[in-house]
C-alpha cells in the first residue's frame, strides 16, 4: 500500500524555521511529483509547493522566497524547508504523491499532516 508519513512540525515563533519531512512507502519516489499542501481553520486546502519528478519546483506566492521544498530519492523522502515563518503559516500541512497534468498537480494519496503553528 501506499503510505505518507508526516513528521516535523511543532510550535515555533515568528520569524523561525521548521523542516517537515514525509516519508513515503508502497511508491518509487523518482517515478512521482510531490506536493505540500496545507490547510488553515476555516480555509481551504492550498497547494504549497510541488517537486516535478524531472527536478521542476513550484511555489505558491505566499510562501515563494521562503519555502524550499526538496527530495532525497535514494530515501523515499521529500523535505519542506520553511523559513521567515509568519503567523499566517499556521495550518496542517500535507503531501501528496500525484502527477503534473495539462501543467497542474493531480494529487493520489495523501499523509495524515503535521501541524505548525507559529505564534507572533
Known amino acids: 500500500q501506499v503510505q505518507l508519513v508526516e513528521s516535523g512540525g511543532g510550535l515555533v515563533q515568528a520569524g523561525g524555521s521548521l523542516r517537515l519531512s514525509c516519508a513515503a512507502s508502497?511508491?518509487?519516489?523518482?517515478?512521482?511529483?510531490m506536493a505540500w499542501y496545507r490547510q488553515a481553520p476555516g480555509k481551504q486546502r492550498e497547494l504549497v509547493a510541488t517537486?516535478?519528478?524531472?527536478?521542476?519546483?513550484n511555489y505558491a506566492d505566499s510562501v515563494k522566497g521562503r519555502f524550499i521544498i526538496s527530495r532525497d530519492n535514494a530515501k523515499n523522502t521529500v523535505y519542506l524547508q520553511m523559513n521567515s515563518l509568519k503567523p499566517e503559516d499556521t495550518a496542517v500541512y500535507y503531501c501528496?504523491?500525484?502527477?503534473?497534468?495539462?501543467?497542474?498537480?493531480?494529487?493520489?494519496?495523501w499523509g495524515q499532516g503535521t501541524q505548525v503553528t507559529v505564534s507572533s
Open positions: 517537486a516535478n519528478s524531472d527536478g521542476n519546483r
Open positions: 508502497g511508491i518509487i519516489l523518482g517515478f512521482n511529483a
Open positions: 501528496a504523491n500525484g502527477g503534473v497534468v495539462a501543467g497542474a498537480f493531480r494529487p493520489g494519496y
